[in-house]
């Protein structure tokens, strides 16, 4: 088993351990130590670190097992790591952020399914490598998301439709409306940030950034924020409102429309947004993306309830957009309504738009889909030569096929098997196949092979052709 090494800067964080393949070894071991730095690599002698998933700013995030659980579930390991030109006040505002984002995740993911729950927050302090002092490290631990986050779907499909872009905004103006009634700010939605399962459900990830809207004693917002999706009031280091998150969202919408990055969107001459001309989609959407769009936090939607209404009922309430700033002259925004800090009743319940019909349905990506097409084509000849040669008249082993046939296609898009699945079945047909051989002779079995080959071929050429008149239907219509 390989373990990784979770010390900054280690030359050779990947280490091979034989011992750690046998089960009882592996949950039993009190620890293990990297081979280069000497970094104790079961961190609070329970997570298993396994690979690097990525870095940021300020820390990194690791997937790892636990192997206190009876499945070694999945979680992902979140370590405090600031980039070294940071001073040491913006090292503390960091370590801030990491914290705070330990208490939200405790706050709301473990009380919100469509936030990651959180499972440990610790910190370790082990031997520097380069003194005789200690390294304190700080560390979180997270639900995994098993999926696709959209900044990687956008880029295998190039654009994505006006249904898929609602089911996103719908659902993220769900998670958001739980995130702001517990006055909270999430300040970093965008593309990466939003995750779809395997099983279809969105969530929203990374909440470093988060500020807590009530009760805080600064108006000013610190400057964390991802260029092209953050709001002026943001990027100006003002105070931070629901509205700017509800901007940041329809940056996110129409970066997924249009396939296009922000920066192409948004015309600094005149100060606005030119995306509408990129695609087409209805009139009522548009309305309500260019409002979210607006540069002033007061002229836009105050709330997710505003924007969930003008979603359903087709109206969003009509107000003046900003006069266009002349070149050199700076725009001078009316004053926001600041978020309160006295508590408030909730806004009346407001009726959800029903979502696509794809939420309820796995969601298959062209490469599943053309492997299923391989499977079904290659097991449904197999079957159909096996039943039609036990089954006499004819047409009772036809009809037998058809049935355990439509049984493996309807297992296929519910994904009750998948992947790995489809080789072995496959390869327990064959075997029986191979078994039966007094029904043909075993110089006849390569032209079986070479029949339900072809099957597999007519089957993925079928599924291929399906998938790209359905896109180019999904995108005119």
Known sequence: MDLYCTRPGCLRPQNSFADLDNTQVLKTVPQKYCTTCGMSLILLGRYLPLKLLGKGG????FLARDR?????RQCVVKQFQPSGDLSADQIEVAKNLFEREAEVLEQLGNNHPQIPDLFAFFSLTV???TSNKQD?????VQEFIDGQNMEEELAQKGQLSQDEVVEVLVEVLKILRFVHDNHS??????PSNIMRHRNGRIYLLDFGAVKKAAGATSKSSTGIYSTGYAPPEQTSGGQVYPATDLYALAVTCIHLLTGKEPGDLFDSYSNSWNWRSQVTLSARLADVLDRMLLATPSQRFQSVAEVTAALALGATPSVSPPPPVSPGTAATPPPPVPVSTSPTPPPPPVVSPPAPPSMTRPRFSTLELLGGAAFTGFEGGLIAIALTSLFQPLWIGVGVSLLVLSVLVWAQSRRVIEKVDLVIITGITLALMYLLRGFWTLTFFPNILIVVTF????AIAVAALFRLVYTLLSRFL
Do not use: C, N, Q, V
Request: hydrophobic share 50%; glycine share 8%.
């Open 185 to 190: 700010i999430h300040r970093d939605i965008k």
């Open 136 to 140: 304190e490290f700080f560390y979180l």
């Open 68 to 72: 206190y659980t009876p499945a070694m």
């Open 455 to 458: 099957a597999g071929l007519i």
């Open 127 to 129: 031997p520097s490598r």
């Open 58 to 61: 300020f820390g990194a995030a």
